[in-house]
């Protein structure tokens, strides 16, 4: 009998737990659609890296996030955080945003790691162009040749 009343109070128990009603946020007054939200977030991810990179110069440019994002997409910070709580809260569409801006910042990486790879080489031909031009000024022959040239 105790076994039977301690699973019916856990069953209760489960039962109550599992019809929490769960608010749902309202669809904000200022509504960004996925495109506009997804460059948003793009836009916060960049922004982010930005200062955890280099704080001190966005300090000096003098940048707050929220304030150039408010600014750029003409909304002012509270509508950011409204448009971000429902999107949360839209669990698809929320998934759908991140994973094309996922793919956004990826797609800019393999950029910046081609560009990186590219500066990279062609500092090696300059270096090495610079090598052979003080390998050749050190060269004896090179001197006597200069020598020859400098008497003609």
Known sequence: MKRVNFLFF???VLLFIGCQNIDEIEKPDNFLDKSKMTDLLYDMVLLDAAVSTNEKKLEELDVEMLEFLSKK???DTTDIKQNILYYNMQFDENTEIYEKVKDSI?????????????????????????????????DPRSQKLKKIEKTN
């Open 73 to 75: 997409y003409n909304i």
């Open 10 to 12: 856990i069953s209760l």
């Open 106 to 138: 990826e797609k800019l990486e393999k950029a910046y790691d081609s560009i990186s790879r590219v500066s990279d080489s062609l500092r090696k031909v300059e270096l090495k162009k610079k090598d052979s031009i003080k390998s050749l000024e050190s």
